[in-house]
């Protein structure tokens, strides 16, 4: 089992505090979403687990099968098991799609084979409903909103991540293929035994990605947490409701 944790992190970007105090704890085969208004340190929390260097960690802790990976690069985080599918996936001009996955799975496995690749991608297109010409365009240029984050999913899935992360995937999506890839991630996490913790505003992307646990955070911190139900009061009362803490 892996097991990422969270304790008493705050950090900061420019020199203001987005995250206070912030502790959490997920296990694999548990998914956790994180919900809450915007601006409140959603997106930097993934970011922060990736390693991004835009954000300042002041104090606290994050390690992964208790080890401490503040102190490594993304790629050697990405490396033991962590994956981030981006809210706004980045445009590479002149590398393809399979030279971007061919050069980072094979970074991963030491038996690395070119026709197992190439069959293994093609499948992941195809169940994504992308076409398999855009195996060879450069990745992400030209692709509409829709296809930048099947894309994630199809990097998922190839990569082979233990720890997932989901942030706003839904955005950008329509609602077939908000079902599709919101099945593909499930398949994925059931044969998988990963983890995932998922970003979102919205209860559409809980109808196929169901949570274990949902937390809402509010100044940086958590302020509630709760199982798939809370999901519901939060469409009924919104968040503001439960700005005080005492609400159940």
Same mark, same amino acid.
């Given at each position: 089992?892996?097991?990422?944790?969270?304790?008493?992190?705050? %950090?900061?970007?420019?020199?203001?505090?987005?995250?206070?105090?912030? /502790? $959490?704890?997920?296990?694999?085969?548990?998914?956790?979403?994180?919900?809450?208004? /915007?601006?409140?340190?959603?997106?930097?929390?993934?970011?922060?687990?990736? !390693?991004?260097?835009?954000? @300042? %960690?002041?104090? !606290?802790?994050?390690?992964?099968?208790?080890?401490?990976?503040?102190?490594?690069?993304?790629?050697?985080?990405?490396?033991?098991?962590?994956?981030?599918?981006?809210?706004?996936?980045?445009?590479?001009?002149?590398?393809?799609?399979?030279?971007?996955?061919?050069?980072?799975?094979?970074?991963?496995?030491? /038996?690395?084979?070119?026709?197992?690749?190439?069959?293994?991608?093609?499948? /992941?297109?195809?169940? $994504?409903?992308?076409?398999?010409?855009?195996?060879?365009?450069?990745?992400?240029?030209?692709?509409? !909103?829709?296809?930048?984050?099947?894309?994630?999913?199809?990097?998922?899935?190839?990569?082979?991540?233990?720890?997932?992360?989901?942030?706003?995937?839904?955005?950008?999506?329509? %609602?077939?293929?908000?079902?599709?890839?919101?099945?593909?991630?499930?398949?994925?996490? @059931?044969?998988?035994?990963?983890?995932?913790?998922?970003?979102?505003?919205?209860?559409? $992307? $809980?109808?196929?990605?169901?949570?274990?646990?949902?937390?809402?955070?509010?100044?940086?911190? %958590?302020?509630?947490?709760?199982?798939?139900?809370?999901?519901?009061?939060?469409?009924?009362? !919104?968040?503001?409701?439960?700005?005080?803490?005492?609400?159940?």
């Amino acid at each position: 089992m892996h097991t990422l944790k969270i304790e008493h992190l705050d %950090v900061s970007i420019n020199d203001k505090k987005i995250l206070k105090d912030f /502790n $959490l704890t997920i296990n694999s085969g548990e998914i956790h979403a994180i919900m809450g208004p /915007n601006g409140i340190g959603k997106s930097t929390l993934t970011k922060v687990i990736m !390693g991004s260097s835009d954000y @300042k %960690v002041e104090k !606290g802790k994050i390690t992964y099968d208790n080890k401490d990976i503040l102190s490594l690069k993304t790629d050697e985080r990405a490396r033991m098991g962590l994956f981030l599918a981006m809210q706004s996936p980045s445009e590479i001009e002149g590398v393809s799609n399979a030279d971007f996955l061919k050069t980072a799975v094979s970074s991963k496995e030491d /038996n690395f084979k070119l026709l197992p690749f190439i069959k293994e991608l093609e499948a /992941n297109y195809n169940n $994504l409903n992308m076409d398999k010409q855009m195996i060879h365009r450069s990745l992400n240029v030209g692709y509409s !909103g829709g296809e930048k984050k099947k894309n994630e999913i199809i990097q998922l899935k190839m990569l082979k991540p233990s720890f997932i992360m989901l942030d706003e995937i839904d955005s950008g999506l329509d %609602v077939d293929s908000l079902k599709l890839v919101g099945e593909q991630i499930m398949d994925y996490y @059931k044969k998988n035994d990963s983890a995932i913790l998922l970003i979102t505003h919205y209860q559409r $992307l $809980l109808d196929y990605i169901k949570p274990d646990y949902v937390h809402i955070i509010s100044e940086g911190t %958590v302020i509630k947490s709760g199982d798939s139900t809370l999901v519901q009061l939060i469409e009924e009362k !919104g968040y503001d409701y439960f700005k005080d803490g005492t609400n159940e």
